[in-house]
C-alpha cells in the first residue's frame, strides 16, 4: 500500500538499523536530594508515553505562589560518547506520522526517565509570583528528586476545563488539581500579556489530528488551538526555556538556541532575541526525552547546577555546530514526513466522504489551509486581488489519493468567522 511504502521509504533512509530502538543499559543515576513533598501533576494526550514536564503550585505566606517547572532529566545518564549518545545523534528526534511513532529513546530509558507517577528524578525551575501575577524574586534551578502526584490527561480533563466551563473558582471541583489549574491559566494569560502576545478576540483556530476507526476508516480529531489546557502549559514552557537560555547566555555558555531576530526563525548556537515570542532569550529544554537539542541544552545547563558537571561544549566548538547542522536537518525531513502522511490520509478521508467542495483560508498567492483537515493546497482561479486570511469555497476537480494528486478550483469569498 502506498502509506507503507511511504513509511518504508522513510524508516529506510532515517531509521536504517530498524526503528525498535536497542535497549541499552540505564548508568546508575547521581544520589539527589528529595524535594518538598508537593501536589505535582502533568498534563498530556492520552496516548503519550514520553512524559517530560509537570507542574506544581505552592501557596506562599505573602499570598503569593511558588510554580514548580519539572522536566525529565535523562541526561544525567548520558556520558560522553556513550552508547546511548550515539543513538541520539542518529535518531535526533521522535518521529510522528498518523498512527504511529519512532521514540528516540529506547523503552528503558522512557520508562526510568518518563515523569510517570512515583518518584522521579527532576530538573526543577522555581519561580514565585505575586498577587498581580509579577515574578517576584530572582527563579532557581534545582536537580532532585520529586513525587509526581497526578498524570492528567487531556482527553479526561478538557470537557471540564475550557474556555466555556471550568475556569471560575465559583465552580464545582472535577478532577485533581483543578483549582492549580484555574490559578495557572491566569498566570499564563498574565505572561501573555506582559509579552505582548495576548489576543482576546481572536478567531478561532483549530488543530486536526488523523485517527483510525476499528474497521480502517479515517476520522479527523479538531482540538481548538490556544485552549486554556494548551495556553497554561505552552506559557509554562516558555518560561522555563526562557529563562534557562538566559541561564546559558550570562554565563558565556553556548547552546542549541531558537532566534527570530526578523524573518524566519532558526537556530544558532549564539543567544539572540525571538521577536515572535517577544523574549530575549529562547532554547529548546523541556522535551529531552524527545529532541536531542534539548538533551544538549540540559547538558550544558546541568553544569551551571553542579560543579562536578563540566559542559559538553565550549564556545565556537565545531562539534556544536555539526549537532546543530544535524537536528535541524533531521527535524525538518521528520515534520516533512508527518506532513506528507497526514496529506495522504486527508485526501483518503475526502474519497470516504465523497466531498466535492471545501472552504479554505488563503495562506498567500495560490496556497490555502483547507478546513477541517491539516492539510495545506494549492487552487486555480485565485482572483489576484484576494488578501491573505480571506475564507473561500473551492471545488474539486480532481481526487486521487494513491496519485497524491487534488487539484481545487476557487469559487468564491465567504464571510470571515466570527471571533471568538
Not at 263 to 281: D, F, L, N, W, Y
Request: with cysteine; hydrophobic share 35%.
Amino acid at each position: 500500500s502506498l502509506p507503507q511504502y511511504l513509511l518504508d521509504g522513510f524508516c529506510c533512509k532515517h531509521f536504517p538499523q530498524g526503528t525498535t530502538a536497542p535497549e541499552i543499559t540505564v548508568p546508575a543515576i547521581p544520589e539527589l536530594s528529595d524535594a518538598a513533598d508537593l501536589l505535582t501533576f502533568s498534563i498530556d494526550d492520552a496516548e503519550t508515553s514520553e512524559i517530560d514536564d509537570a507542574l506544581s503550585v505552592q501557596d506562599l505566606p505573602n499570598g503569593g505562589k511558588r510554580v514548580g517547572i519539572h522536566i525529565a532529566v535523562p541526561t544525567l545518564a548520558i556520558a560522553e560518547n556513550s552508547p546511548i549518545e550515539t543513538l541520539i545523534k542518529q535518531r535526533q528526534s521522535t518521529a510522528y506520522y498518523p498512527g504511529g511513532k519512532i521514540t528516540m529513546l529506547p523503552d528503558n530509558w522512557i520508562q526510568t526517565f518518563s515523569l510517570d507517577e512515583g518518584k522521579r528524578p527532576v530538573l526543577s525551575l522555581y519561580v514565585e509570583v505575586d498577587a498581580d501575577f509579577q515574578v517576584a524574586s530572582t527563579p532557581q534551578t534545582r536537580l532532585e528528586n520529586l513525587t509526581i502526584k497526578h498524570n492528567l490527561r487531556i482527553q479526561d480533563i478538557e470537557p471540564h476545563f475550557n474556555a466555556d466551563t471550568g475556569l471560575s473558582k465559583n465552580e464545582p471541583v472535577q478532577f485533581p488539581c483543578q483549582p492549580q489549574l484555574r490559578w495557572l491559566y491566569r498566570f499564563a494569560v498574565e505572561r501573555q500579556k506582559q509579552r505582548d502576545r495576548y489576543e482576546e478576540n481572536r478567531a478561532p483556530q483549530y488543530d486536526y489530528g488523523i485517527e483510525f476507526n476499528p474497521d480502517g476508516s479515517v476520522r479527523i480529531s479538531r482540538r481548538e488551538r490556544g485552549s486554556p489546557i494548551d495556553t497554561l502549559v505552552s506559557e509554562m514552557m516558555i518560561l522555563a526555556n526562557s529563562t534557562w537560555a538566559q541561564m546559558l547566555d550570562e554565563n558565556d555558555l553556548p547552546g542549541l538556541f531558537r532566534v527570530q531576530t526578523s524573518g524566519k526563525v532558526r537556530m544558532s548556537t549564539q543567544s539572540e532575541p525571538h521577536i515572535g515570542m517577544g523574549v530575549a532569550h529562547y532554547g529548546w529544554f523541556t522535551s529531552p526525552l524527545r529532541r536531542a537539542a534539548d538533551c544538549i541544552n540540559q547538558l550544558q545547563l546541568l553544569s551551571l547546577i553542579d560543579s562536578k558537571l563540566s559542559p559538553r561544549f565550549q564556545k565556537n566548538d565545531s562539534n556544536l555546530f555539526a549537532a546543530l547542522r544535524d537536528f535541524d536537518a533531521t527535524y525538518t525531513a521528520y515534520a516533512d514526513f508527518q506532513r506528507q502522511m497526514e496529506a495522504y490520509w486527508s485526501l483518503i478521508y475526502l474519497e470516504q466522504e465523497q466531498c466535492r467542495e471545501l472552504t479554505a483560508v488563503l495562506l498567500k498567492e495560490d496556497l490555502v489551509r483547507i478546513d477541517g483537515l491539516p492539510l495545506v493546497n494549492r487552487v486555480h482561479g485565485i482572483p489576484i486581488d484576494i488578501q491573505p486570511k480571506t475564507r473561500m469555497k473551492l471545488a474539486i476537480t480532481q481526487l486521487d489519493a494513491e496519485q497524491q494528486l487534488l487539484s481545487l478550483k476557487y469559487l468564491n469569498v465567504l464571510p470571515p468567522e466570527p471571533a471568538a
